[in-house]
Nanobody, 120 residues
Framework: QLQASGGGLVQTGGSLRLSCAAS????????MGWFRQAPGKERMFVAT????????FYVDSVKGRFTISRDNAKNTVYLQMDSLKPEDTAVYYC???????????????WGQGTLVTVSS
């Protein structure tokens, strides 16, 4: 089970930190990452990190503003979101396992979402 938290309402330019804690199994040796789904749009890849943090990928629209990190001892992945924009408004989903190729992440496990709303 993947439990995401940390969403909320923030003004443009603000910051939020999302957390996703895994339980029931360990993902310390697997990819973990984040997706988001804006209203009326398809779910899209945001960021992913290898188990060591040595391979990290972001969608272009969040590069330089979002930072993914993980604490394998806590079986948790984080998404630090800075300089937030209204277009970042979405439900954010954490994910684990699977693989990353051709610029996209194909997870094996999904968590529930947490809503991030950025007001203008």
């Amino acid at each position: 089970q993947l439990q995401a938290s940390g969403g909320g309402l923030v003004q443009t330019g603000g910051s939020l930190r999302l957390s996703c804690a895994a339980s029931g199994r360990t993902f310390s040796r697997y990819l973990m990452g984040w997706f988001r789904q804006a209203p009326g749009k398809e779910r899209m890849f945001v960021a992913t990190s290898s188990w060591s943090g040595g391979s990290i990928f972001y969608v272009d629209s969040v590069k330089g503003r979002f930072t993914i990190s993980r604490d394998n001892a806590k079986n948790t992945v984080y998404l630090q979101m800075d300089s937030l924009k209204p277009e970042d408004t979405a439900v954010y989903y954490c994910a684990a396992g699977g693989s990353y190729y051709n610029g996209n992440y194909y997870p094996g496990y999904w968590g529930q979402g947490t809503l991030v709303t950025v007001s203008s």
